[in-house]
């Protein structure tokens, strides 16, 4: 799915500032792409976490209820927070 994202002018009228493109990736769950409409075309993939940590205890088959961003019971907390604490932000 692509969403167009707007910005009023002040003279009223309406510009274009950012698309995302939304992906429901396989190993890291949903996901959105936002690239710039204006030079110099920057983009921003924005990753959502506690998805990937869903899709992470699944494979380990770990008990777990998510209710969206959040968790609500896992069998095996202290390996959720190991899995919390692998993320790390990496800047290119």
Not at 56 to 71: G, H, L, T, V
Request: proline content about 2%; hydrophobic content about 35%.
């Amino acid at each position: 799915m692509i969403a167009r994202i707007c910005g009023l002018r002040s003279d009223g009228s309406f510009t274009t500032t950012s698309d995302n493109l939304y992906v429901n990736d396989g190993g890291w769950g949903l996901m959105f792409v936002r690239i710039c409409t204006y030079f110099p075309l920057s983009a921003r993939v924005c990753l959502n976490q506690h998805h990937w940590l869903a899709n992470r205890m699944r494979e380990e088959k770990i008990d777990f209820r998510q209710c969206s961003n959040a968790f609500l019971k896992c069998s095996d907390p202290k390996r959720l927070q190991e899995m919390a604490n692998s993320l790390r932000q990496k800047i290119c």
